[in-house]
């Protein structure tokens, strides 16, 4: 069981920046793959980006080049940089974690999300 608590979003003007953090109560390196996503009103939960154990990142297209996802190993925490804001990032982001056992069966687990609303 992994507990995953985000924080740091808030209200931005448009081309402003914002931090989210997310701390797991376990360590990250156990952890095969750690994200966000993300869900807008009357839209489904997308995928926002990954990162591997091994350091490896996917982000979705809409925010490359100004999302950057990294980890902190020693203090089991993930953060996403959001840089150059726009109004339709505004959503709840949610922290997810998946494991991976040794028979290949995925456990999946979430925060309880935070709110990111940006102004035009």
């Known amino acids: 069981q992994v507990q995953l608590v985000e924080s740091g979003g808030g209200l931005v003007q448009a081309g402003g920046s914002l931090r989210l953090s997310c701390a797991a109560s376990?360590?990250?390196?156990?952890?095969?793959?750690m994200g966000w996503y993300r869900q807008a009103p009357g839209k489904q939960r997308e995928l926002v980006t990954i990162?591997?154990?091994?350091?490896?990142?996917n982000y979705a297209d809409s925010v490359k080049g100004r999302f950057t996802i990294s980890r902190d190993n020693a203090k089991n925490t993930v953060y996403l940089q959001m840089n150059s804001l726009k109004p339709e990032d505004t959503a709840v982001y949610y922290c997810n974690a998946m494991i991976r056992n040794s028979d290949l069966y995925e456990y999946t687990y979430w925060g309880q999300g935070t709110q990111v609303t940006v102004s035009s």
């Open positions: 990162i591997t154990s091994g350091g490896s990142t």
């Open positions: 376990m360590s990250i390196l156990s952890i095969n793959t």
